[in-house]
């Protein structure tokens, strides 16, 4: 009798949905080649959603730099300069427990100068949840954004040009519309 073959597993079959976002989001930060690569026939709607997630492949793909923490020492924010002028911005809790974080601008300006001051109008895209968001000078817009334990929020943020609202144009990834 032949023995039954085993189905071939991979490591983020034991992951919860924050740890395999979390795992997306440090992919995209140190810049590896595509999550993609890893697909195979079977795999479950979130392995779906992040591998698909053309939003968080356009920061993982693009020809700047990796990201790294904003101030240094402080592995809680992490900002990545991206060639459109934009900013990707990690909120990342590698604690047991939540955690309360606010992103203010004037710390940009000292990283990525160009566009951002404290007073910088912006807009906000959760590359997760799809949602847009306009803020001023800081994010999120009064208090702080709690962050679940071993949680990444990715967020991509654009100075606005003459307070103008989201506008949305073809980029060079398909037909995905990109926020600028």
């Not at 997630?53 to 402080?74: C, F, K, R, S």
């Not at 912006?122 to 000078?137: I, M």
């Amino acid at each position: 009798m032949r023995a039954a073959k085993k189905r071939f597993t991979n490591h983020t079959d034991s992951l919860t949905n924050p740890h395999l976002l979390t795992q997306k989001n440090l992919f995209t930060y140190i810049h590896y080649t595509s999550y993609r690569a890893q697909c195979t026939p079977w795999i479950t709607p979130l392995q779906r959603k992040i591998l698909f997630n053309m939003d968080a492949i356009a920061v993982n793909q693009d020809v700047t730099p990796q990201g790294h923490p904003l101030v240094e020492g402080d592995l809680s924010l992490w900002t990545r300069a991206l060639s459109d002028g934009s900013v990707a911005v990690a909120f990342y809790n590698e604690n047991d427990t939540p955690i309360s974080l606010a992103l203010d601008f004037g710390a940009l300006a000292k990283k990525h100068g160009a566009g951002w001051s404290a007073t910088t109008k912006a807009n906000v895209r959760d590359l997760w949840k799809f949602t847009n968001t306009s803020v001023t000078g800081r994010f999120p817009a009064s208090g702080n954004m709690t962050v679940k334990e071993h949680q990444t929020i990715l967020l991509r943020m654009w100075p606005t040009i003459a307070d103008t609202a989201f506008a949305v144009r073809e980029e060079t990834y398909g037909s995905w519309p990109i926020l600028l």
